[in-house]
T-cell receptor
Framework: DQQVKQNSPSLSVQEGRISILNCDYT??????FLWYKKYPAEGPTFLISISSIKDKNEDGRFTVFLNKSAKHLSLHIVPSQPGDSAVYFCAASDHDKVIFGPGTSLSVIP | DSGVTQTPKHLITATGQRVTLRCSPRSGDLSVYWYQQSLDQGLQFLIQ???????AKGNILERFSAQQFPDLHSELNLSSLELGDSALYFC?????????????FGSGTRLTVV
């Protein structure tokens, strides 16, 4: 039973364009949502988060949007850079447990 | 260097064997979390310890066990290993007892069962 879903296993984007990574969840009790980025041979690193009481959080080139009614969140990267090529994990927290999605592999083409 | 140290980085062992993975959390962090990442799978939460006590349990098999010691380092023990246990095992630490905010991951232990 996947509570956090990332339905696109991979995504390719041209350098300078917008990357949009999507995430859906099923548990309405999640109170915090996060995005982590992972390079090969490294552990995931925290990127950006959003509380369930907000609908948008922005940090530089990264913006996360939350649509609670649709149980959907997205990560926008503008402009995309080759160094953004990595696997992006969506994660959701319900106080005790943190559930990660399966990840989306982003390739930014120069 | 994230501050979370996992050893060993690579481990190759035979089916039926037992292994121990070790994690030293970032200085000051009280929580340790263990995750398993199999091929084409996301990060599957296994177990969390907070200041020596088990706090939350995920999809951890009965063949697997963990503990957190007084110095806050943690060990994940995997026994009666099967081919399907081959995976990357990540440890993360956090100053908090709950939520995903403040997680710092180690670089993982790649376990190969042959």
């Amino acid at each position: 039973d996947q509570q956090v879903k990332q339905n696109s296993p991979s995504l390719s984007v041209q350098e300078g364009r917008i990357s949009i990574l999507n995430c859906d969840y099923t548990n309405s009790m999640f109170d915090y949502f996060l995005w982590y980025k992972k390079y090969p041979a490294e552990g995931p690193t925290f990127l950006i988060s959003i509380s369930s009481i907000k609908d948008k959080n922005e940090d530089g080139r990264f913006t996360v949007f939350l649509n609670k009614s649709a149980k959907h969140l997205s990560l926008h990267i503008v402009p995309s850079q080759p160094g953004d090529s990595a696997v992006y994990f969506c994660a959701a927290s319900d106080h005790d447990k943190v559930i990660f999605g399966p990840g989306t592999s982003l390739s930014v083409i120069p | 260097d994230s501050g979370v140290t996992q050893t060993p980085k690579h481990l190759i062992t035979a089916t039926g064997q037992r292994v121990t993975l070790r994690c030293s959390p970032r200085s000051g962090d009280l929580s340790v979390y263990w995750y398993q990442q199999s091929l084409d799978q996301g990060l599957q939460f296994l177990i969390q310890y907070y200041n020596g006590e088990e706090r939350a349990k995920g999809n951890i098999l009965e063949r697997f066990s963990a503990q957190q010691f007084p110095d806050l380092h943690s060990e994940l023990n995997l026994s009666s290993l099967e081919l399907g246990d081959s995976a990357l095992y990540f440890c993360a630490s956090s100053p908090y007892g709950m939520g995903a905010y403040g997680y710092t991951f180690g670089s993982g232990t790649r376990l190969t069962v042959v």
